[in-house]
């Protein structure tokens, strides 16, 4: 135990603990979009696909602790190292110039607090109903599964859906840093494959963030509607 | 040429509770300045000068001005070691800046480097990393035969990248974190790569990191400043390395108690 306390409390200790669970978060974004794009296919689809999710309890337990568990490390550790990093320069320069680092690298606190505040609201919203009435909507059709039907109401009210599309513009700007950044925190840095992953980043944080925009914006404009 | 400067002078040492003490931008005007100066040598006409009026001259750290010491850092116009990349200050020439330039001079800021005076600072800091394990400690007598220990190019350049560190502190000075992880991963990078350093991989891996944390750098968050600032050039590959390094050395630890059949010795 003392040995996972000194791992963790060192400096590329705190680092490698935020890349660890910064990949399982990351992972579970990209597993989170695939699933939320059957809003696309049929609503029997999507109340399956939530049916399934539900089928094991414990198993989906499992996942919501170890999805909670690293959301919580990652965010006591990412607070621990940033307050580190303001300790180690007492005196700010009076004239400064970024020669490289990039404005997603130097908001990552910023952008990582606003997700979580997202995941906090986005939780009371969809899995527990008790804001903006969803669980009501929710209730109707699929024994209680009608995931369609809570999606669409909640995105026909344009200002839950352009904050979500806020939300994710700032996941987009966690990403486009975090991913890459985790790569290189791993010890994978490659001549040829670096330059290549430092691009990729930015694209699949805009795959990412883009897919779920593509939901509230459907349902703004009309193009996926609830089931007659 | 006629230049405006702007220079960090502060007359006591900085203390834990109070870092900049008296310190503060102070402006001087510096005419015939010569092209062909080094931005040291410009520094030290204007303490000729300051020494004439009957005032205090500025303080900097300089040795060899020939650009591979590493003693000469000061931060000019926001970047460590000035506009041109991979060169020392020393190195650095008047003729980098336009005639009427302002110019910014402040000395390394961070927690670990303490201002001793004006922009001077004291970076013994990194001479404890050191003294933590970058070297080899094994007594390898007289030189052997060059061909001996055979090292393939690939790894003896990886190394080199490493080994052209200078210690000069700029990767600490250019992090927004003020973390010294690109001196401590070329440290580990350059003996890493080499059947010498191989041998004592784990405990240096452990032990610099240990001395790092200990001295108050930040940690890094791969935003890259230091590679951008750093006068040779080291790639942030090494960082990747002290990752790596570090993770496996911390895996094959063994607890402090593990009972051996020979004994301690
Ligand atoms: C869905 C949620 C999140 C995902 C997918 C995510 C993903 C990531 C990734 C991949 C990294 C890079 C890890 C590395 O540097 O090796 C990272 C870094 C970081 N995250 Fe998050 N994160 C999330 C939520 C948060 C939250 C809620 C916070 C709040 C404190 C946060 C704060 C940080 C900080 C401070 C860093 C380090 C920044 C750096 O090293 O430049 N993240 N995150
Ligand atoms: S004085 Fe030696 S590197 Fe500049």
């Known amino acids: ?228 | 040429m006629k230049v405006t400067l702007h220079i960090w002078r502060q007359s006591k040492p900085s203390t834990k509770d109070d870092f900049a003490q008296d310190g503060k931008m102070v402006r001087y005007e510096l005419d015939h300045v010569s092209n062909d100066m080094s931005f040291l040598e410009m520094l030290d006409v204007l303490n000729e000068q300051l020494i004439k009026k009957g005032e205090e001259p500025v303080t900097f750290d300089h040795d060899c001005r020939e650009g591979i010491c590493g003693t000469c850092g000061v931060v000019v116009n926001g970047e460590p070691h000035g506009p041109e990349s991979g060169t020392t200050t020393c190195q650095l020439h008047m003729r980098s800046f336009k005639d009427g330039a302002e110019i910014w001079v402040e000395p390394w800021r961070a927690a670990a480097f303490p201002v001793i005076k004006d922009l001077m600072v004291d970076r013994t800091a990194l001479d404890r990393i050191v003294q933590a394990g970058a070297f080899v400690s094994v007594n390898t007598g007289a030189p052997q035969d060059a061909n001996a220990l055979p090292v393939p190019k690939a790894d003896a350049d990886k190394a080199f990248d490493a080994a052209a560190c200078i210690g000069c502190g700029a990767c600490v000075a250019a992090c927004k974190n003020a973390s010294s992880m690109l001196f401590v991963g070329a440290k580990v990078s350059h003996f890493v790569h080499l059947p010498q350093g191989r041998v004592e991989r784990e405990t240096r891996a452990r032990n610099l990191v240990a001395a790092m944390d200990k001295e108050g750098f930040g940690n890094c968050t791969n935003q890259y400043e230091c590679e951008a600032a750093c006068p040779k050039d080291i790639p942030v590959r090494v960082i990747a390395d002290l990752n790596r390094e570090y993770l496996r050395a911390k895996v094959r630890e063994e607890p402090a108690n593990t009972k051996r059949i020979g004994g301690d010795g």
């Open chain 1, 1 to 228: 135990m003392t040995w996972l306390c000194d791992f963790w409390r060192s400096s590329v200790g705190g680092k490698l603990t935020m890349a660890v669970t910064g990949v399982l978060l990351f992972l579970f974004v990209v597993g989170h979009l695939l699933g939320n794009l059957q809003l696309f296919s049929e609503p029997e689809h999507l109340a399956d696909y939530a049916k399934l999710l539900h089928r094991e309890p414990a198993l989906l337990w499992a996942v919501r602790c170890v999805l909670g568990g690293a959301l919580l490390l990652h965010v006591v550790t990412g607070i621990r190292l940033a307050r580190q990093n303001r300790a180690a320069r007492p005196v700010k320069y009076q004239k400064e110039e970024i020669l490289v680092a990039s404005f997603a690298s130097r908001s990552m606190l910023l952008t990582g607090l606003t997700t979580l505040g997202f995941v906090v609201y986005h939780l009371l919203h969809f899995t527990a109903g008790v804001v903006h009435g969803a669980g009501a909507a929710k209730a109707g059709k699929f024994d209680g599964f009608d995931v369609h039907t809570m999606v669409v109401r909640s995105f026909e009210n344009p200002s839950i859906a352009l904050a979500y599309v806020g939300f994710m513009v700032v996941l987009f700007f966690h990403l486009a840093h975090g991913i890459q950044s985790f790569v290189q925190t791993l010890g994978l840095n490659h001549a040829r494959y670096t330059p290549v992953i430092r691009r990729l980043s930015v694209v699949v944080a805009g795959l990412l963030a883009g897919g779920n925009i593509l939901l509230p914006l459907s349902v703004l404009s009309g193009i996926v509607k609830v089931a007659p």
